[in-house]
């Protein structure tokens, strides 16, 4: 047994002794006690400095607690990825600002139980088509309604809701790693909203949280569902969860950056919001600063400058030609001016 500090103590360590209230005599925790991130946040807030530990070599960690660890790894090594911490990696100053704002956000995020509980039930059902997208979703979701200037309630919903947009498929796991339904299978995945924004309410989970799983899939055109929604009678944070989802689900499915965003053009004023697509395109880096790529001229180089132009159209430094051998002179090409060419590949 030792008495160790309490910010030495790490969630799964089990009590020695039973943890007695300074202030009334009560008894907190039992000996015996696995201690869990909420336990010790709470010793903290009580001026518990020291606690009995049983083996401070061996642990005994929940899922959560261990998912609690991951989700905030994961969300900002996926945030970071997207909007870098160099200024001249994003598109402007002001989604430098959101990308801080939801490094500190995730912190809290990652403290509810019940955003947890969903997330591991995500991740050991299907890590690749469940969690990982969720996880970019989210950071997709509150890059954009940051930069849309939204509430702090509305950004933490797009988060939240970029998260657990999916966990209707909880449900019916057995559905998603087919590449093909059937139509009674298609049916029943249809209903996957629906499932999703019940289990949420359950949990006592926000109503703009719950409306935005629910909402997600419908279309801007009112071709969607569960409700056939359209226009702005979908709720705003359903909006971007579509637009966001549906991108990370095309660069799932291998589709280059380029592509997938004349896809969101394209279907403006049809599937998704003409607005959120413009916040989306106008702020979300899609080919990152310093990122080496091949041109549709087979010539590749250095992406050079993101913030000349807007969408996915950057300036590129050319080294190799288009049969791979190094180049002599300086060669700039501008892809906001020459339309005709496009980034083919990401090296």
């Known amino acids: 047994m030792g008495l160790l500090n309490i910010f030495e103590v790490t969630p799964g360590m089990e009590l020695e002794q039973a943890i007695i209230s300074p202030e009334n005599g009560q008894c907190l925790l039992k000996s015996g006690s696995i201690l869990s991130i909420r336990n010790i946040e709470k010793l903290k807030e009580l001026d518990i400095n020291e606690v009995a530990i049983k083996d401070r070599n061996t642990i005994f960690i929940s899922p959560n607690d261990k ?12 945030l970071r990825s997207t909007s870098p911490k160099n200024p001249e990696a994003n598109k402007n100053d002001y989604v430098v600002k959101v990308a801080s704002h939801l490094e500190k956000l995730i912190i809290k995020i990652a403290k509810s139980e019940d955003v947890l509980d969903f997330l591991v039930q995500l991740r050991i059902i299907n890590k690749e088509k469940l969690y990982d997208p969720a996880i970019y979703t989210a950071v997709l979701s509150g890059l954009v309604a940051g930069c849309m200037t939204l509430s702090n309630e509305e950004i933490t919903a797009a988060v939240i809701g970029g998260l657990l947009h999916d966990i209707g498929l909880a449900e019916m796991p057995t559905l998603v790693p087919l590449e093909e339904l059937s139509p009674q299978q298609e049916k029943l995945w249809l209903e996957h909203p629906t499932y999703g924004y019940y289990f949420a309410v359950q949990k006592n989970i926000p109503k703009v949280i719950a409306n935005g799983i629910q909402y997600h899939h419908e279309r801007w055109d009112g071709s969607g569902y569960p409700k056939g929604l359209s226009g702005e009678a979908i709720p705003i944070v359903a909006r971007i969860i579509n637009v966001c989802a549906h991108y990370a689900q095309l660069l799932i499915d291998k589709k280059p950056p380029y592509m997938a ?23 979300i880096p899609i080919y990152p600063l310093g990122e080496m790529v091949r041109l549709s001229t087979k010539e590749v180089g250095i992406v050079s400058n993101i913030r000349k132009n807007k969408g996915p159209r950057p300036i590129i430094k050319i080294y190799y030609n288009r049969v791979n051998r190094p180049i002599s002179e300086d060669k700039i090409i501008d892809l906001g001016v020459e339309r005709t060419i496009f980034i083919e590949e990401i090296l």
Do not use: C, R, W
Request: net charge negative; glycine share 6%; hydrophobic share 45%.
């Open 261 to 283: 965003v004349e896809e969101l053009y394209g279907t403006s004023g049809i599937y998704f919001d003409p607005d959120v697509v413009q916040a989306f395109v106008n702020n």
């Open 67 to 78: 998912m609690q660890k991951m989700l905030i790894s994961d969300f900002i090594h996926s």
